[in-house]
Structure formats: C-alpha cells, structure tokens
C-alpha cells in the first residue's frame, strides 16, 4: 500500500507546483481541473501521512515492549502498541476507499426532469412534491436550482418539470436518485379514504460541456413559441420560448423559463447536449453495471427504485433494501443518509472489483 501512495505522492508534489505556474493559472479551465485534482490527492496524503505515523508508532511501542528493564515505560508501550494496533486496519480500509478510481462525471453539474406517471392528477401532485424535497436538499447543499422548462399538473404538482443544478460535486450525489419512485397515500382528490399507489420519474443527466459532444446545428430544427404559465406581460405574448428538435434522435428540449429568447435557446441548447451525453454515458454505465452486477446505478430508468408510504411514515430505497420511518424529514429534504448509504454501497462494488490490484 505504501508503495502505492508513493506514486500519489509524487503526483501530488507535481500538482502542487504546476498549480503555481503562471501558465497554468491563466488558463482557467486546466487551473480548475488540476485545482480539483490537488484536493482529491491531498486526502491520500494526509491518510498516507497518518499511516506513516501509526505504523511508526507500533514499531516504536514494539520496540519498547521488548525491553523489560523499565515496568511503567512498558505499560505505556502496550496502550501505544493496541491503539496503533487497531488504528491500522481502520486506516487502510479508509485508504482503500480513498483509492477507488472516482468517476469523472461526478464533478459536473446536474440537469433533473421529472415526470408524473401512472396515478393521473396525484402523480403530478407527487413530482411536484418530488421537485419541493430536491429544492430543499440542493439548498441545504449550498446548490443553486434553477427551472428549464414545466407543464404544471391540473390539481397542482407537474406533469413535467426540468431543472439545472449547480455547486460541488452535484453529478455525483443526485446520480442515485434515478429511477422510479412511487409513493402510497390517499390522494388529495380521494375522497373515500383509499389508499392509492402513484409514481414519478426521475432522470438525472450529467451537465455536458461543448467539448464533451458537438451538435451539427443542420441536424437541429429550432421552434419559438409564446410561453405559458408564470412571468408577467410578456406571457402569451412575445415568441420568447424555444423548442429544439435533434432530427437524427428525435430528443426535444425546451425552454420558457427566461423572458429572453437568446437565453431560452442557450439553455435548451445545454439540456439538448445533456441528453445526447447521457444516453453515451448509459451505455457506458449499463455495461460497468452489468460487470460488477450493481443494483444501485444500473442507468435502467424503469426500475422501481423507491417507495414513499405515508400511512406507516415509512421510505424505503428497494436497491440497497434501506428502511427508514421518517417520512416528514426525508419528504422535506432530508435525503442525504439515504444518499451517503447508496454511496456506501457503490463504493463496496467498486471496491471489490478492484481488489485484485490492491
């Protein structure tokens, strides 16, 4: 393992000193990515940092405890030998996750479209409940939120609702929340009292860069239409909104969001270009899954993923078998312990799968 972080370590020395080059930071796209590189790197390094020091410690204690002329040094030497001692595997298995090769799309921003399913005006009123719980949690994260493009349900929520998100890492988290979920409760517009089962989809994209795929603008018919629903005077009455139809998939984007059509179209444009990536990136995904056997990010959107019950207050992600009874906090976008095990059991699969080299 040392031998290993070694090698890191080099690198993170010539990370810390290309960083400072001039050259480097006046070009603001590198200087970001070997900036991000560094704080990865300087986790193992202060991991590796406190192994060096541990195992120091044991072979110390070691030392001391084979010299028996000294009672009260001993005794010392035997706390220092069992705390080193069992510090040690705690370490390297933190190291070992440490080391798990990270997934370069986990950094990027993130564009969210959910959409209502089978349950008609209640399945709306869930996505819309859906949208609330991610609005909450993006905020609680320090992301910002911001509406592409909506169809509002007719008793409320959406039909359809698109989001960009953006801060640190956003990829990387919301990537597990993929998939169908389904939520059981009597509906607002039920009025015998009966339990019924909705669901909505949630597709979540990695945000795609010009340079990550290239749009040939002949094979994209562009529309502009009035848009609809919130925004003042200028609603129904200037061509502000714009559909984009990628003719060689039939993918459509668009957007209303903004009263500017110029910045309609260049968000239409970034989800168009999202979408593309995201079904290369599927492939990708489908045949990582498909050779670890992974449950927890397969990429396969019609997979049932979670169930929110209300009459026993009880969430439960089918992926990972995790039961939790606290509805209220998780509804209200208390998320991230649901997020932090799926991680958890991502990172075991990825894990395993490269044991053979550790």
Same mark, same amino acid.
């Given at each position: 393992?040392? !031998?290993?972080?070694?090698? +890191?370590?080099?690198?993170? $020395? &010539?990370?810390?000193? *290309?960083? #400072?080059?001039? %050259? ?58 069992? !705390?080193?001692?069992?510090? +040690?595997?705690?370490?390297? $298995? &933190?190291?070992?996750? *440490?080391? #798990?090769?990270? %997934? ?255």
């Amino acid at each position: 393992m040392l !031998e290993k972080l070694q090698i +890191i370590k080099q690198r993170f $020395d &010539e990370v810390s000193d *290309l960083i #400072i080059q001039p %050259d480097i930071m006046t070009d603001q796209k590198r200087y970001i990515s070997l900036n991000k590189e560094y704080k990865d790197l300087k986790l193992l390094i202060d991991k590796r940092a406190e192994y060096i020091q541990v195992t120091d410690n044991l072979a110390e204690a070691e030392a001391m405890l084979s010299d028996k002329s000294d009672p009260e040094m001993a005794e010392m030497a035997k706390i220092q030998y069992e !705390e080193a001692k069992a510090r +040690i595997p705690k370490l390297e $298995d &933190e190291i070992k996750f *440490l080391l #798990i090769p990270k %997934d370069p799309e986990d950094t990027k921003n993130a564009v969210v479209e959910l959409r209502a399913g089978t349950g008609g005006d209640e399945a709306s009123i869930f996505a819309g409940d859906l949208f609330k719980m991610y609005s909450k949690y993006c905020e609680s994260k320090g992301w910002k939120v911001d509406t592409v493009d909506f169809s509002e349900g007719t008793n409320g929520g959406f039909k359809e609702i698109q989001f960009e998100v953006t801060g640190e890492d956003v990829y990387g988290t919301l990537k597990f929340e993929a998939g169908v979920h389904r939520v059981q409760r009597v509906p607002q517009t039920e009025t015998q009292g009966r339990v019924h089962t909705s669901a909505a989809t949630v597709m979540v994209f990695p945000e795609a860069e010009e340079f990550d795929i290239e749009i040939n603008p002949k094979d994209v018919r562009i529309d502009f239409f009035c848009s609809s629903g919130p925004g003042g005077q200028s609603v129904n009455t200037t061509y502000s909104a714009v559909r984009l139809t990628h003719i060689p998939t039939g993918l459509v984007a668009q957007c209303q969001d903004q009263k500017s059509q110029h910045k309609n179209k260049e968000k239409a444009f970034k989800v168009l270009r999202s979408r593309l990536y995201d079904i290369e990136l599927a492939k990708k995904n489908e045949a990582d899954a498909a050779k670890r056997g992974s449950m927890v990010s397969s990429g396969d959107r019609s997979a049932k993923i979670r169930t929110y019950n209300y009459s026993q207050g009880r969430v439960t992600d089918h992926r990972i078998g995790l039961t939790l009874y606290d509805l209220g906090n998780i509804v209200n976008g208390d998320i991230q312990r649901i997020i932090d095990e799926l991680q958890l059991a991502e990172n075991t699969e990825k894990l395993k799968a490269n044991s053979e080299v550790m």
